[in-house]
């Protein structure tokens, strides 16, 4: 079925807004979408994938659809949409337009330089490969460039997997048990799950299979004391609440109100009544000092570049720039402390990323190690032994998505040591 006229009008007037890159793509379309309410789900659905098909390809789009740093708006739109739809689906189209993409169709991308085929800013190609070498860089790139599925995690306290696979099935809704995830599904296209009573009821949770993992390696149990540091909207907040079947105390930090306001209808759905959510200024607020060394476990999950997310959030890699990321180790490293003042003795901390980079992950888990005696790190092997999650790794969590097919996730775990006899008050003192 051929596209309306107006939606290459649309895509390419929301393209030129979107390529700017001064808000985050869903920002820009979710505004768009409401300035333009006629659109029906099917072509704001195509209008969207267009917009970040665009993204993915933009260094060998821009070099097709015009000269220099100028490339027409409109070739750029018809490259996005015929990425989505298809040939058969463009109507209205010039004969020289048919002939441009009739060429873009043709072109062998395995011929085009690397830099091109990765579709990535020079910058981050070159640490890419610096940290993976060309080859595995490549792989890297090629699964990036491509659209992420969409996972669920079932909530334990009101459903069990296979009773939610089955009752999907009758929507119809195809999804398949995940690998690495025990609560994990894996669902194929992506329909409407907010109209599911699944859904409505608390059931089921949007979340991808690397993050439900990230909250499984906590290894968080009943009636313990845990601190999720950087809750955000609290997926893995509702996922470590659910393992701890509804008991103990779970306190979602964070430094957005804006943020934590949207955990708490997911908590209404999700029956959890042990999650408190907690709005701070920075690491260091007084409501962190007063759980200085009485929490059993913590999840850092740290601000990051993001840019193991470039499948659901391909902007990311054209918005974050160098610079910024250097920036964000200091801050990785400041909250990372911060939060280690909550552990007790024997306690345990996990230090996780959404980021690919070295720099943000390793390197801040080395510093930490360094300038903090009175943690060790424990080896991820054992940790995904103990949670008999079937991942082999060394000491480190590393998720790509070119293996693992998860987004790219870091984890480290870090335990605090029982202090030497006689120095209990002193640790005390400086926790």
């Known amino acids: 079925m051929r596209l309306p006229p107006a939606i290459l009008a649309k895509t390419e007037e929301i393209l030129r807004e979107v390529l700017r890159f001064t808000s985050p793509a869903d ?15 099917r072509e704001r659905g ?15 789009y821009t070099d097709f659809a015009g000269a220099g740093n100028q490339p027409s708006m409109r070739r750029l739109a018809l490259l996005g949409l015929l990425d989505t739809v298809g040939f058969d689906a463009l109507g209205g189209l010039t004969e020289d337009e048919v002939h441009f993409l009739t060429r873009v169709k043709e072109v062998d991308r395995n011929l085009l330089p690397a830099q091109m ?27 990036l460039n491509t659209p992420a599925p969409l996972d669920l995690r079932v909530n334990s306290l009101k459903a069990n997997r296979e009773d939610v696979i089955a009752k999907l099935a009758e929507a119809p809704i195809l999804a398949e048990p995940m690998t690495y995830a025990p609560l994990g599904l894996r669902v194929h296209k992506k329909p409407a799950l907010q109209n599911l009573e699944l859904f409505k009821q608390g059931a089921i949770e949007v979340q991808d299979e690397g993050s439900q993992v990230l909250a499984q390696i906590l290894g968080a149990r009943r009636g313990e004391m845990v601190v999720d540091f950087c809750a955000g909207a609290g997926g893995k907040t509702l996922a470590l609440g659910a393992i701890m079947r509804n008991t103990g105390r779970l306190y979602a930090f964070d430094v957005s109100e804006k943020r934590l306001a949207k955990l708490k209808p997911r908590m209404a759905r999700s029956g959890l009544s042990n999650v408190h ?27 990051c570049s993001g840019l193991g997310t470039l499948r659901r959030n391909p902007d990311v890699k054209w918005r974050q720039k160098p610079e910024a990321v250097a920036e964000m180790q200091e801050k990785q490293k400041a909250i990372l402390d911060g939060a280690a003042r909550l552990v007790k003795n024997g306690g345990r901390l996990v230090y996780a990323t959404c980021s690919l980079l070295n720099e943000e992950n390793d ?69």
Request: glycine fraction near 4%.
């Open 46 to 60: 195509v209008i969207a994938e267009a917009v970040y098909a665009v993204l993915r390809n933009k260094t060998f």
């Open 363 to 431: 390197m801040v888990v080395e510093h930490f190690l360094s300038t903090h005696p009175d943690f060790a790190l424990v080896p991820m092997r054992e940790v995904l032994a103990e949670q008999k999650i079937p991942l082999e790794m060394d000491d480190y969590l590393k998720l790509l998505p070119h293996k693992h097919q998860t987004d790219g996730f870091f984890a480290a775990v870090l335990e605090r040591k029982a202090p030497v006899k006689g120095a209990a008050a002193e640790a005390g003192e400086d926790a």
């Open 27 to 41: 920002v820009a379309l979710s505004r768009f979408f409401k300035d333009n309410p006629r659109f029906g789900g």
């Open 117 to 143: 085929r990765a579709n990535l800013p020079q910058w981050l190609y070159d640490k890419l490969v610096a940290q993976f070498g060309e080859e595995e860089a490549l792989r890297l790139a090629a699964v």
């Open 277 to 303: 959510p907690v709005l701070i200024a920075h690491e260091r607020d007084a409501k962190v000092k007063r759980l200085a060394g009485k929490i059993d476990r913590v999840l850092v999950d740290a601000p």
